[in-house]
């Protein structure tokens, strides 16, 4: 059984810098992908970033250069820096994984079979 647990979410102050992790198990294939979302009430789940265990690695242009995904694939485990945090990253933050990748760049939630609960990260100015 395939199962997610994210942790590192809490509160930060803007400026500063968090890492989300994680932890997968019960993964039946060696090649996949992951995944992290984003989501405020009321809004979408938004992609952030995602990576394959071919070494692929993606991020929306809206947010590339303050996040970036890190894929321990030996450990099933996933990773999210975030830096110079701002108000707007206060979000649940989602870890995905899926094993058919055929479009994961895309970011989409149609493309990510299983979900994690979420860890929430509130930044204050």
């Known amino acids: 059984q395939v199962r997610l647990v994210e942790s590192g979410g809490g509160s930060f102050q803007t400026g500063g810098s968090l890492r989300l992790s994680c932890v997968g198990s019960?993964?039946?294939?060696?090649?996949?992908?992951m995944a992290w979302f984003r989501q405020v009430p009321g809004k979408e789940r938004e992609g952030v970033a995602a990576?394959?265990?071919?070494?692929?690695?993606e991020y929306p242009d809206s947010l590339k250069g303050r996040f970036t995904i890190s894929l321990d694939d030996v450990a099933d485990n996933l990773y999210l820096d975030i830096h110079k945090l701002e108000p707007g990253d206060t979000a649940m933050y989602y870890c995905?994984?899926?094993?058919?990748?055929?479009?994961?760049?895309?970011?989409?939630?149609?493309?990510?079979?299983?979900w994690g609960r979420g860890t929430q990260v509130n930044v204050s100015s």
């Open positions: 019960g993964f039946t294939y060696k090649t996949f992908c």
């Open positions: 995905a994984v899926d094993f058919n990748c055929s479009r994961y760049w895309e970011l989409q939630t149609s493309e990510f079979k299983f």
């Open positions: 990576a394959d265990t071919a070494g692929g690695i």
